[in-house]
């Protein structure tokens, strides 16, 4: 094709694509079914994770949950079992004899369960000899929520080699370890879902959580980089979703304060709320989402200004330090637990 053609036809399909986007403002998509199809959440033991289960449960899907507390993923697994059987109730006092509105009557609510598996995804041989245990016990993945994440919580100079190391593997190295072990069938069925939970700070950055922001950087970049290859693959039954909120209040980064007067208008974001606004573009296959949507300018500001406008804007908003608290407290709990144990 001529090149001049192709680029008319490329800007079309550019504009095209913004009004697509438009559109999707106005008349909100129809969101999928997940009923019956296995779907896999790592950190599922405790904040965002086990929301996500438990959102994921209410629409019937089968669940895997890993985590590396056994306690509280177990606890997690409790929380689903009860909503299976809430729904099981629920069609149980349904009359007798009525057909379902379809959905139901593709999977039985009795054949709803929940898997539980302590794994540590920062620990490559441990996912994959996981992952196979997945396969055997429950079958192949087609929802794969990658949510388990760490901070150490130490500026640079201060943070041992070793927790830098596990911010890396758990963060960021896991994604590549269990979407290689997951990804195969997927795209021989051309068909599955791929989330990445990374972080508002893997967009942009701030001071004293170096780790953190690189291991969020480059999970974005690896979502980013698989997404290009599916599309370059065609596989276009296998749909990605980069979710990037912004601070969420599970207690991960407590003492995270930005400007006193700026914080009630950008308040720590209710875990609920991050979770829903998630599972929204989730099920209707919405490549990206930030919460709030400001994080969408902060991004797009952040691209265009010069790096000293940047610094201007951040020590507007106070969020140049903004960490430091969260950090001191860190420090402060490390001190008293040493001295409590004679260290």
């Given at each position: 094709m001529n090149i001049l053609l192709e680029f008319f036809v490329v800007t079309f399909r550019v504009l095209w694509a913004f009004v697509l986007a438009a559109a999707k403002w106005l008349v909100r998509p129809k969101e999928k079914?997940?009923?019956?199809?296995?779907?896999?959440?790592?950190?599922?033991?405790?904040?965002?994770?086990?929301?996500?289960?438990?959102?994921?449960?209410?629409?019937?899907?089968?669940?895997?949950?890993?985590?590396?507390?056994?306690?509280?993923?177990?606890?997690?697994?409790?929380?689903?079992?009860?909503?299976?059987?809430?729904?099981?109730?629920?069609?149980?006092?349904?009359?007798?004899?009525?057909?379902?509105?379809?959905?139901?009557?593709?999977l039985p609510h009795c054949n709803l369960q929940v898997y539980t598996y302590t794994c540590d995804v920062g620990k490559r041989e441990n996912v994959y000899l996981t992952a196979e245990r997945v396969r055997k016990e429950v079958g192949e993945v087609s929802l794969l929520v990658n949510n388990a994440g760490v901070v150490s919580g130490h500026h640079l100079l201060e943070?041992?080699?070793?927790?830098?190391?596990?911010?890396?593997?758990?963060?960021?190295?896991?994604?590549?370890?269990?979407?290689?072990a997951f990804l195969p069938k997927m795209l021989e069925m051309n068909h599955g879902h791929i989330v990445t939970v990374a972080s508002s700070l893997g967009l942009f950055s701030t001071a004293g959580v170096e780790d953190y922001c690189a291991s969020k950087f480059g999970a974005v970049g690896f979502h980013e980089s698989l997404s290009h290859e599916l599309k370059a693959a065609e596989k276009d039954g296998i749909k990605t979703t980069l979710v990037c909120p912004y601070l969420v209040d599970t207690g991960m980064f407590r003492g995270c304060?930005?400007?006193?007067?700026?914080?009630?208008?950008?308040?720590?974001?209710?875990?609920?709320?991050?979770?829903?606004?998630?599972?929204r573009a989730i099920l209707t296959d919405q490549p990206m989402i930030c919460t709030p949507r400001l994080m969408y300018m902060v991004t797009f500001m952040k691209s265009i200004l010069p790096f000293e406008a940047v610094v201007c804007m951040y020590r507007f908003l106070g969020a140049d330090k903004c960490m430091y608290p969260f950090i001191a407290q860190r420090k402060q709990a490390t001190n008293n637990n040493e001295a409590k144990n004679g260290i």
């Open positions: 079914s997940v009923a019956g199809q296995v779907c896999l959440i790592t950190g599922a033991g405790s904040g965002l994770g086990r929301l996500f289960a438990l959102e994921f449960a209410r629409r019937r899907a089968l669940l895997v949950l890993w985590d590396i507390n056994t306690q509280s993923n177990e606890e997690t697994a409790g929380m689903v079992r009860h909503i299976y059987r809430e729904m099981a109730e629920e069609a149980a006092a349904a009359a007798p004899g009525v057909a379902g509105d379809g959905e139901k009557d593709v943070c041992p080699d070793e927790l830098i190391e596990r911010t890396m593997m758990v963060n960021c190295h896991a994604h590549f370890w269990t979407t290689k304060r930005i400007r006193k007067e700026i914080e009630p208008f950008l308040p720590p974001l209710k875990p609920e709320y991050c979770v829903k606004q998630a599972m």
